[in-house]
């Protein structure tokens, strides 16, 4: 039976966004009719990958970062503009279901995004969110609320694998969540592996997440890249620019957005690859199978653990912000297809097609 079914992801950077891509393109093969609610830079990236298709702006919380090193009173300060912003997507998502007669939301990290009248999925990867230690007394009551938001819908699905290892580690591992969850594997828009190529690029610098921090770290690749040999290449996450930094080196090329064929063939082509380490970007570069460097965003504790998690592991190299320099930029040899059960690309159509049919009796409206 044919679905209405609306995607909702966050507006936190583009790897909510980019990680829905696959979700989207099993349920579109499958034959459902898919509607896609975003805002600014994720919705423009979706109307790219997806021009076909009917979407609807729902605005929402977007986070916003201090220029220093921890985010934890920025984030404080904005938690009652961000209660008030749940309470208005939810109210902006019941108006949607009604008016498009949506059978099923599935709402990537987005607290408002279910409904009490049609089934409603979460997706995150973060069910044991980090805190920085000073404040590491606070993780229960924080975890606590998520779950309470979590608790609104009728499934999670965690885009990892349920054993070890797994990408996330403690981030995606947490039995006090009390919904049904499945673990569906790596959602990456990326169908096999990077291909060998001639590496005529020394170092691809992929910027994401939120401002001001954004922008902080592509200044210092600006004013780094003077005194780098060699060919430089940036891609800034910025979908719905059209211009670009002025007065840059000679030896540095800027690109505000790379569709899915060149950014794999900007990979191939690259000796080194540089990014923040935001989950999405990781599932991403596993599914090409190249390693890279991460830079954190600054008290983004997420990308801290991660950074600091998949380093003992081998896998990637990384440091802080405050401490880059190209010549710390040292790539590790470990394969990453030796570390994880990394399976077929139709793995989430074949688990969507499957989840559609067990669940079709419970999809029917109130």
Same mark, same amino acid.
């Given at each position: 039976m044919r679905k209405n079914i609306l995607i909702c992801p966050l507006n936190w950077g583009l790897g909510h966004a980019t990680r829905c891509v696959p979700i989207v393109r099993g349920l579109l093969e499958l034959g459902h009719n898919v509607i896609i609610a975003a805002d600014k830079a994720p919705l423009s990236f979706l109307q790219k990958e997806f021009p076909n298709l009917e979407f609807i702006r729902l605005p929402g919380f977007e986070p916003t970062y201090s220029k220093g090193n921890s985010q934890v009173f920025k984030l404080l300060k904005s938690i009652p503009g961000a209660i008030i912003d749940f309470k208005r997507e939810?109210?902006?998502?019941?108006?949607?279901?009604? $008016?498009?007669?949506?059978?099923?939301?599935?709402?990537?990290?987005?607290?408002?995004?279910?409904? %009490? +009248?049609?089934?409603?999925?979460?997706?995150?990867?973060?069910?044991?969110?980090?805190v920085p230690r000073f404040f590491r007394w606070t993780q229960p009551i924080i975890n606590k609320i998520h779950h309470s938001y979590i608790k609104h819908y009728n499934e999670l699905w965690v885009p990892d694998i349920s054993s070890s290892?797994?990408?996330? *580690?403690?981030?995606?591992? +947490?039995? %006090?969540?009390?919904?049904?969850?499945?673990?569906?594997?790596?959602?990456?828009?990326?169908?096999?592996?990077?291909?060998?190529?001639?590496?005529?690029?020394?170092?691809?610098?992929?910027?994401? *997440?939120?401002?001001?921090?954004?922008t902080i770290l592509e200044n210092i690749v600006i004013r780094q890249s003077c005194d780098v040999e060699g060919k430089i290449v940036v891609l800034r996450a910025k979908p719905n620019d059209t211009e670009l930094?002025? $007065?840059?080196?000679? +030896?540095?090329?800027?690109?505000?957005?790379?569709? $899915?064929?060149?950014?794999?063939?900007?990979?191939?082509?690259? %000796? +080194?690859?540089?990014?923040?380490? *935001?989950?999405?970007?990781?599932?991403?570069?596993?599914?090409?199978?190249?390693?890279?460097?991460?830079?954190?965003?600054? *008290?983004?504790?997420e990308q801290e653990y991660l950074a600091d998690y998949l380093s003992r592991k081998g896998l990637f190299n990384s440091c802080k912000q405050k401490d880059f320099t190209f010549d710390k930029v040292i790539i590790p040899e470990t394969k990453i297809k030796d570390c994880f059960a990394i399976k077929s690309q139709n793995e989430i159509k074949i688990f969507l097609e499957e989840w559609i049919i067990n669940k079709n009796n419970i999809f029917a409206k109130n």
């Amino acid at each position: 039976m044919r679905k209405n079914i609306l995607i909702c992801p966050l507006n936190w950077g583009l790897g909510h966004a980019t990680r829905c891509v696959p979700i989207v393109r099993g349920l579109l093969e499958l034959g459902h009719n898919v509607i896609i609610a975003a805002d600014k830079a994720p919705l423009s990236f979706l109307q790219k990958e997806f021009p076909n298709l009917e979407f609807i702006r729902l605005p929402g919380f977007e986070p916003t970062y201090s220029k220093g090193n921890s985010q934890v009173f920025k984030l404080l300060k904005s938690i009652p503009g961000a209660i008030i912003d749940f309470k208005r997507e939810h109210k902006a998502l019941e108006k949607i279901v009604k $008016d498009h007669n949506i059978d099923i939301v599935i709402s990537d990290n987005r607290f408002g995004c279910w409904s %009490k +009248n049609v089934y409603s999925v979460y997706i995150t990867h973060q069910l044991n969110i980090q805190v920085p230690r000073f404040f590491r007394w606070t993780q229960p009551i924080i975890n606590k609320i998520h779950h309470s938001y979590i608790k609104h819908y009728n499934e999670l699905w965690v885009p990892d694998i349920s054993s070890s290892p797994s990408l996330a *580690g403690e981030l995606s591992h +947490n039995s %006090k969540v009390k919904v049904k969850t499945h673990y569906i594997g790596f959602l990456s828009r990326f169908t096999s592996e990077a291909q060998e190529r001639e590496k005529e690029i020394d170092y691809l610098v992929i910027l994401s *997440g939120p401002e001001p921090q954004r922008t902080i770290l592509e200044n210092i690749v600006i004013r780094q890249s003077c005194d780098v040999e060699g060919k430089i290449v940036v891609l800034r996450a910025k979908p719905n620019d059209t211009e670009l930094p002025c $007065d840059l080196p000679q +030896n540095v090329t800027f690109y505000n957005h790379a569709d $899915d064929a060149f950014f794999v063939e900007l990979v191939e082509k690259s %000796k +080194n690859i540089i990014c923040r380490g *935001g989950y999405s970007s990781l599932m991403d570069l596993i599914r090409l199978n190249r390693n890279a460097f991460l830079i954190p965003t600054p *008290g983004q504790t997420e990308q801290e653990y991660l950074a600091d998690y998949l380093s003992r592991k081998g896998l990637f190299n990384s440091c802080k912000q405050k401490d880059f320099t190209f010549d710390k930029v040292i790539i590790p040899e470990t394969k990453i297809k030796d570390c994880f059960a990394i399976k077929s690309q139709n793995e989430i159509k074949i688990f969507l097609e499957e989840w559609i049919i067990n669940k079709n009796n419970i999809f029917a409206k109130n």
